[in-house]
């Protein structure tokens, strides 16, 4: 059926103008019953985060979402907007998306009462009914609310008529949902006027008070540790939420190895195929699980999954970078290549002190505990009798990032339990996935002290 282009034929269509909280509701209220997926991207809220998003918008309730950076705040703000209908009727050229049959503007209700059922309507989409904006203490309430436009004025209009207005972004996201990321950074005095737009649905512009009854789903984002270091959120404004929901990182490492694989950036068209091995994955988890619990590290500040996916995303370009210098088709990538974590994570966590030198070395014992941890998953050190007993024998074997796979795989074939792991791993028969294998088993032997690791120039030497 072709779309309504009037008032008139969008009446005669019988279609119903529903409140943007309504409009939620009933597209949610469809989707459960359906059994499609709510919040496609969303890893690991399944059972905390989501059902109170659900409860919220099914009550019509304003959301604060409260937690540490890296927790997917705007991801999940973003999502909302695919519960919005896929096109709503508006009256044309409208600034603020006015509805067809109750105008807010006085523009718009003037023109409505000149054409009547004539008005001519648009088809908003849903992408253009988002509105979002990162408090800084520099906003002010012409950004978000409006100011006079001297334009207008110029033209010869009157300061108090409400046609010379220039409106600001929340008006402009009437019928729509507007999103404050980092709300406690918000001066006070701009929070009142937001709280004014939304509870008297009204605001003073240059002394004047205009009436805007705007139709908006609220939604923001703060940080705890912005209530005591940078700014708070005024009382009235934080009672006017309806709802206040936690966020939190994955609490599983498999949820964090979900939302890694999801977010990394690919590698292509370099002629070398990449493969991640899952214990590689693991260890790449492990480490950011140990920095969230680490006392060295700020806790307040959080540890972003920003940290796993550089992290991940580090160790897979070293493991192509070998695979480009040394000609080899295949790149899997090593415990060697964690020695580069530095350069991902350092910039991505707060220490809690600030000695000199000292933050790589955190990094490098984080990196230390979380190659032992997952060694400690797969293998017990009594299953390399054989090899630790060759060790004590004299034999030494030289690893490192640069060093070819091939060679490091042929230690395979003189010690069996290396080849039984790899079998276990189930890693494949490719050199680069075999060499990782040593490597992985030489270190986790080390650092369960059965070993030595003495580090030389171009790599590491593995001594009895």
């Given at each position: 059926?072709?779309?309504?282009?009037?008032?008139?034929?969008?009446?005669?269509?019988?279609?119903?103008?529903?409140?943007?909280?309504?409009?939620?509701?009933?597209?949610?209220?469809?989707?459960?019953?359906?059994?499609?997926?709510?919040?496609?991207?969303?890893?690991?809220?399944?059972?905390?985060?989501?059902?109170?998003?659900?409860?919220?918008?099914?009550?019509?309730?304003?959301?604060?979402?409260?937690?540490?950076?890296?927790?997917?705040?705007?991801?999940?703000?973003?999502?909302?907007?695919?519960?919005?209908?896929?096109?709503?009727?508006?009256?044309?050229?409208?600034?603020?998306?006015?509805?067809?049959?109750?105008?807010?503007?006085?523009?718009?209700?003037?023109?409505?009462?000149?054409?009547?059922?004539?008005?001519?309507?648009?088809?908003?989409?849903?992408?253009?009914?988002?509105?979002?904006?990162?408090?800084?203490?520099?906003?002010?309430?012409?950004?978000?609310?409006?100011?006079?436009?001297?334009?207008?004025?110029?033209?010869?209009?009157?300061l108090s008529d409400e046609f010379t207005i220039h409106y600001g972004l929340i008006p402009r996201t009437?019928?729509?949902?507007?999103?404050?990321?980092?709300?406690?950074?918000?001066?006070?005095?701009?929070?009142?006027?937001?709280?004014?737009?939304?509870?008297?649905?009204?605001?003073?512009?240059?002394?004047?008070?205009?009436?805007?009854?705007?139709?908006?789903?609220?939604?923001?984002?703060?940080?705890?540790?912005?209530?005591?270091?940078?700014?708070?959120?005024?009382?009235?404004?934080?009672?006017?939420?309806?709802?206040?929901?936690?966020?939190?990182?994955?609490?599983?490492?498999?949820?964090?190895?979900?939302?890694?694989?999801?977010?990394?950036?690919?590698?292509?068209?370099?002629?070398?195929?990449?493969?991640?091995?899952?214990?590689?994955?693991?260890?790449?988890?492990?480490?950011?699980?140990?920095?969230?619990?680490?006392?060295?590290?700020?806790?307040?500040?959080?540890?972003?999954?920003?940290?796993?996916?550089?992290?991940?995303?580090?160790?897979?370009?070293?493991?192509?970078?070998?695979?480009?210098?040394?000609?080899?088709?295949?790149?899997?990538?090593?415990?060697?290549?964690?020695?580069?974590?530095?350069?991902s994570a350092a910039g991505k966590v707060e220490m809690e002190s600030v000695e000199e030198g000292r933050?790589?070395?955190?990094?490098?014992?984080?990196?230390?505990?979380?190659?032992?941890?997952?060694?400690?998953?797969?293998?017990?050190?009594?299953?390399?009798?054989?090899?630790?007993?060759?060790?004590?024998?004299?034999?030494?074997?030289?690893?490192?990032?640069?060093?070819?796979?091939?060679?490091?795989?042929?230690?395979?074939?003189?010690?069996?339990?290396?080849?039984?792991?790899?079998?276990?791993?189930?890693?494949?028969?490719?050199?680069?996935a075999q060499a990782a294998v040593v490597e992985f088993v030489l270190d986790g032997l080390h650092l369960?002290?059965?070993?030595?690791?003495?580090?030389?120039?171009?790599?590491?030497?593995?001594?009895?």
């Amino acid at each position: 059926m072709a779309q309504a282009r009037t008032i008139g034929e969008l009446r005669q269509s019988e279609y119903r103008v529903l409140s943007v909280k309504d409009e939620l509701r009933k597209n949610l209220v469809a989707r459960i019953r359906s059994g499609d997926e709510l919040f496609p991207g969303i890893i690991g809220y399944e059972e905390t985060v989501l059902p109170q998003i659900e409860n919220a918008i099914l009550s019509g309730q304003d959301v604060i979402l409260l937690g540490e950076r890296g927790q997917a705040k705007t991801r999940l703000i973003r999502a909302l907007v695919g519960l919005l209908d896929p096109e709503v009727p508006t009256i044309e050229g409208c600034e603020i998306n006015d509805s067809p049959y109750q105008p807010t503007c006085s523009p718009c209700a003037a023109r409505v009462a000149a054409e009547g059922d004539a008005t001519p309507i648009a088809w908003l989409p849903r992408e253009r009914r988002y509105g979002e904006k990162l408090a800084t203490p520099d906003i002010t309430v012409a950004d978000l609310i409006g100011e006079v436009d001297p334009i207008k004025v110029a033209e010869g209009r009157y300061l108090s008529d409400e046609f010379t207005i220039h409106y600001g972004l929340i008006p402009r996201t009437n019928r729509g949902i507007f999103c404050i990321n980092e709300l406690p950074d918000l001066s006070e005095r701009i929070q009142v006027g937001m709280f004014n737009i939304m509870e008297e649905r009204d605001v003073q512009i240059k002394g004047y008070k205009i009436q805007l009854p705007l139709d908006l789903f609220l939604i923001a984002s703060a940080n705890p540790e912005d209530y005591t270091n940078r700014g708070r959120i005024i009382t009235p404004l934080k009672d006017r939420f309806g709802a206040q929901i936690r966020t939190h990182y994955p609490k599983t490492l498999e949820h964090e190895i979900e939302i890694m694989d999801a977010e990394r950036a690919e590698i292509t068209d370099v002629g070398v195929t990449l493969t991640v091995p899952q214990y590689m994955k693991e260890a790449v988890a492990e480490f950011t699980s140990l920095a969230r619990k680490s006392a060295d590290i700020n806790q307040r500040s959080g540890v972003s999954v920003r940290v796993s996916i550089g992290n991940y995303e580090t160790i897979s370009s070293n493991a192509v970078r070998r695979a480009l210098r040394l000609g080899e088709k295949q790149a899997v990538p090593r415990v060697s290549d964690m020695a580069y974590f530095p350069t991902s994570a350092a910039g991505k966590v707060e220490m809690e002190s600030v000695e000199e030198g000292r933050e790589p070395r955190i990094i490098e014992e984080l990196t230390r505990r979380a190659v032992l941890n997952t060694f400690n998953a797969y293998f017990s050190v009594n299953e390399f009798d054989g090899v630790i007993r060759r060790f004590d024998e004299g034999l030494s074997v030289e690893t490192g990032d640069m060093i070819a796979s091939r060679k490091m795989a042929g230690w395979l074939k003189d010690l069996p339990d290396l080849k039984a792991a790899a079998s276990r791993l189930n890693v494949g028969t490719s050199h680069a996935a075999q060499a990782a294998v040593v490597e992985f088993v030489l270190d986790g032997l080390h650092l369960s002290r059965k070993i030595n690791k003495d580090r030389h120039e171009g790599g590491y030497r593995y001594r009895g």
